[in-house]
């Protein structure tokens, strides 16, 4: 029981790095990201990179560091080359998903043919085994535990108090009255769009500590957080993140009591019934 | 340019493309490009219809091409485990396909448009999950192997490289028609309506539901028909059809060829079936290419490739009327 | 500060709405704008602001040609447009709205003073800084909606209807509130329906009328207020 609530808090810190990503750029710039798996897959190769023996052998702090800084420089481009030029055309939410499932596929190709598809892992940040309650877990773990819930708060911190977080806010709320106050909403834009990609690498980072990197780790992470934010209602960080623990802790325990090959079926069954009464999400929003 | 005189350059198109079907497969003599015809042929199918609830509607349904699959699945099921015959399990495909459709429609059509991608999305993966999970009857990961070809008076299609060929054109131009008229008919132009202004739609009296959900059973008619067909072609029915990769190769072919025209992802189906293919020895590089191809298009040319041709058409015609004015 | 609107041509797509529109506004003064709906009152704001781009003409604040320029930077200027009806930020507090008026670089440093001056001129808002925007009531949004065009330090202040909607003893207390505000040196422009608040208020009144000034009223006193609704009524019949 112990460990199925481990494997729940886990998985659900990740999900809620990656969900909150997603929310943020969708209620500030209207757009779905669809490369934000591969973001999450950037991160992780970034620290390994840096920090593996293969790489530039650095270690594991400069990699983590390093992947810090270029998931900023990443997401920002990202905006600028898949996003930005729809902006405030008609069919921007088409086909931005088009141009990031795109670009995901681009990079996910890339990372492929850069690093080939051997699995590689990234060092543990602390390692050893830690015992709560009567439950054995890895130290990591416990770190990801008590990490992403911090992040999260950073995040609603930044938002609730900072000029900038305040600014994104504004721009989802209303974003003629942002236009009125002077906030510079293509500046805004880049902003959110870094803060999404850094916490898309974060979660990679942690992924890569507890499981293996390959180009494609991405992609089910993602999966589960279209889940998420459909079940949480996306625009709303609060449910996101509620969302994200619910379905992760569902996650855990239909793997342990049902078996894996199962679980997609009760995680979707769970999402339908949860939709047919509540068609925005628990939290979600009628309006936009 | 007349309505009588469109309706009779529309008759000369018809006849000139039943002409080409007919001819085309006597004139591609190597197996590789019969082979590549059939499969652009199906994903014509798949594409153009996909055209109807995407472009049309303006319905984000991912789950398009998973219909696609699942027919190919009925049918291998159907014909395999449980002895139905050839041509019934088409029949069969289409109409689970259908219900599927339109219950897919029925709980995702409550939800706002990007909703309905993500859970049509996620309804893909729970089909592959499904399917490998259940071994037994889906053959899991490797797939349903030993769908039975078709016969046609004791023929066997597969005899011939060009029997599918046939086939396969005969479905699309069958498909092509369909869709034509259906967005023509005073259903199409509804849909179009709540498409582009839904509140205005419904106050004059068009049911939205109704009408999405009949829209997303049409769009997925002839896909069925087109993925049972594909899997008596390839002889099975695997979960790759169900691959991101894929699902990505015919929304390109939508999107590229431009939503609302129904011709367009038709042209786009078969340029990029035969792009990717051509570029298959570049490896992983390939989908690469592909990938800023699409970004390109959809910068440069928001229309689509059809649109480009009626831009054309457009500027000569420009170019017609100034001559015989000036 | 002086604002010169000279000839100023603006719309929507195909349909222009200010067919060469003809306007100032002193240093100090308040404006009142009126007239029937639909003239072009609204546009006329909107494309001060930069929301909506001129065609043609000349928007001339304190020597410098803003016409269009993009709504960021007519902000820089000094020129804050509190939109009609405007629903603010439904899910933030009334104090994170009035912090988010701060916005523009030349206002920010000074947000603590500017609160301090928006709570005596509204103390309502200072009862009701914690609560969401979506909660407030029509009198007190109008109220938050001002408060928060008046962080920005604005050296012209734009009220687009501002007492549209609002029944009679919450419009009496907003009139005398945006008085406080024109006393305090912004200059102002004032849209509104209510022709009697606008004679109380301004000193100079401009009939909008199919997208051009109709009658410039440069000393209130010129024109009684029947001569004015008559006017108005008049040329609507």
């Known amino acids: 029981m112990g460990s199925v609530i481990v494997a729940g808090l886990v998985s659900g810190s990740i999900y809620a790095l990656i969900a909150s990503g997603l929310s943020l750029v969708w209620g500030a710039l209207g757009v779905f990201n669809f490369a934000h798996g591969v973001l999450l897959m950037m991160g992780a190769f970034a620290a390994w990179w840096v920090s593996d023996p293969a790489g530039l052998g650095l270690g594991l702090f400069a ?45 996910e190709n890339l990372a492929l043919y850069t690093f080939g598809a051997r699995l590689k892992a990234l060092d543990q940040i602390v390692t050893g085994t830690v015992t709560i309650a009567g439950t054995a877990m890895h130290a990591q773990n416990l770190l990801v535990i008590i990490l992403a819930p911090v992040l999260l708060c950073s995040l609603a911190l930044f938002l609730k108090l900072s000029k900038h977080g305040l600014a994104i806010r504004a721009i989802a709320q209303n974003s003629e009255a942002a236009r009125l106050l002077g906030i510079k909403v293509e500046r805004t834009y880049f902003i959110t769009f870094g803060v999404s990609a850094l916490l898309a690498g974060i979660a990679g980072v942690m992924i890569g500590g507890l499981f293996n990197i390959t180009p494609s780790m991405g992609n089910d992470p993602l999966l589960r957080a279209f889940l998420v934010v459909v079940f949480g209602g996306l625009g709303s960080l609060p449910g996101t993140i509620i969302a994200a623990y619910v379905i992760a802790l569902i996650e855990a325990t239909s793997s342990y009591y049902i078996g894996i090959y199962w679980t997609p079926v009760v995680l979707f069954s769970v999402l339908i019934a949860i939709l047919l009464l509540r068609p925005n999400g628990l939290l979600g929003r009628s309006s936009s | ?70 027919a190919g699945y009925v049918s291998a099921i159907a014909t395999i485990h449980l002895g139905v015959p050839i041509w019934l399990d088409v029949g069969l495909a289409v109409v689970v396909v259908g219900a599927l459709a339109a219950l897919t429609a029925v709980l995702a059509l409550r939800l706002r448009g990007i909703y309905v991608a993500l ?120 979960p790759d059809i169900f691959s991101f990769s894929l699902t990505t190769l015919i929304l390109s072919m939508t999107l590229l060829g431009g939503t609302s025209t129904i011709f367009g992802p038709i042209l786009a189906a078969i340029v990029l079936t035969v792009v990717t293919e051509q570029l298959a020895s570049f490896g992983v590089i390939r989908f690469m290419i592909i990938a800023v191809l699409i970004v390109l298009t959809l910068r440069f040319l928001p229309g689509g490739i059809w649109s480009f041709g009626e831009r054309i058409a457009a500027w000569r015609s420009r170019a017609q009327t100034q001559e015989t004015t000036s | ?86 629903t603010l930020f439904p899910r933030m507090t009334v104090l994170e709205a009035l912090t988010l008026g701060a916005y523009r670089k030349a206002a920010w440093p000074h947000r603590r003073t500017s609160l301090k001056k928006v709570f005596s001129i509204f103390p ?70 209510d022709v009697d608040l606008l004679l109380g208020l301004c000193p100079r009144l401009y009939l909008i009328e199919k997208g051009i000034v109709a009658l410039d009223i440069q000393d209130r006193n010129e024109l009684k207020h029947q001569d004015i609704i008559q006017r108005y009524f008049g040329s609507a019949a």
């Open chain 3, 1 to 86: 500060m002086r604002l010169d609107v000279s000839n100023l041509r603006s719309g929507y797509g195909r349909v222009e709405v200010l067919h060469g529109l003809s306007f100032s506004v002193d240093s100090g003064t308040a404006v009142g704008l009126f007239g029937p709906n639909g003239h072009g009152k609204t546009t006329l704001l909107r494309t001060i602001s930069g929301l909506v781009p001129a065609t043609t003409g000349k928007i001339v604040f304190d020597g410098k040609d803003i016409a269009g320029a993009n709504a960021e930077a007519v902000v820089d200027c000094g020129i804050v447009h509190v939109a009609q009806a405007s």
């Open chain 2, 119 to 238: 859970v049509t999305f996620a309804f893909v993966q729970l089909c592959v999950a499904l399917i490998i999970s259940q071994k037994a009857l889906t053959g899991g990961a490797v797939g349903l192997v030993g769908v039975p070809d078709l016969e046609l008076f004791g023929f066997r299609l597969g005899s011939d490289g060009r029997s599918y060929f046939y086939l396969a054109e005969a479905v699309l131009l069958a498909s092509t028609f369909f869709l034509r008229r259906l967005v023509r008919s005073d259903f199409g132009l509804s849909l179009v309506a709540l498409r582009d202004n839904e509140h205005y739609a419904i106050s004059r009296g068009i049911s939205a539901t109704r009408q999405r959900v009949l829209a997303m059973v049409a769009s997925s008619l002839f896909p069925a028909v087109a993925g049972s067909i594909y899997a008596h072609y390839l002889i099975v029915a695997s």
């Open chain 2, 1 to 70: 340019m007349t309505p009588a005189r469109n309706k009779r350059i529309e008759i000369g198109l018809w006849i000139a493309a039943i002409a080409v079907a007919l001819v085309l497969p006597q004139m591609l003599g190597t197996g590789v490009w019969r082979n590549l015809a059939v499969l652009a042929i199906l994903f014509a199918v798949v594409a153009s219809n996909w055209d109807l609830t995407l472009g049309y509607a303006g319905i984000f349904n991912f789950a398009h091409v998973a219909f696609f699959g699942i």
């Open chain 3, 124 to 193: 309502r808002l200072a009862e009701r800084r914690s609560q969401h925007c979506r909660t407030l009531s029509g009198g007190e949004r109008q109220m938050a909606a001002i408060g928060v065009g008046l962080m920005g330090m604005p050296r012209l202040l734009m009220l687009d209807e501002p007492t549209l909607g609002l029944a009679p003893k919450i419009r009496q207390e907003l009139a005398r509130q945006i008085g406080l505000v024109a006393q305090t040196g912004v200059s102002l422009i004032v849209v509104d329906q």
């Open chain 1, 63 to 107: 990699g983590i560091a390093a992947s810090l800084i270029f998931m900023l420089a990443a997401g920002s481009i990202l905006y600028a080359l898949l996003v930005r030029p729809w902006i405030g055309t008609p069919a921007a939410e088409l086909t931005v998903i088009m141009t990031t499932i795109a670009g995901a596929m681009f990079l």
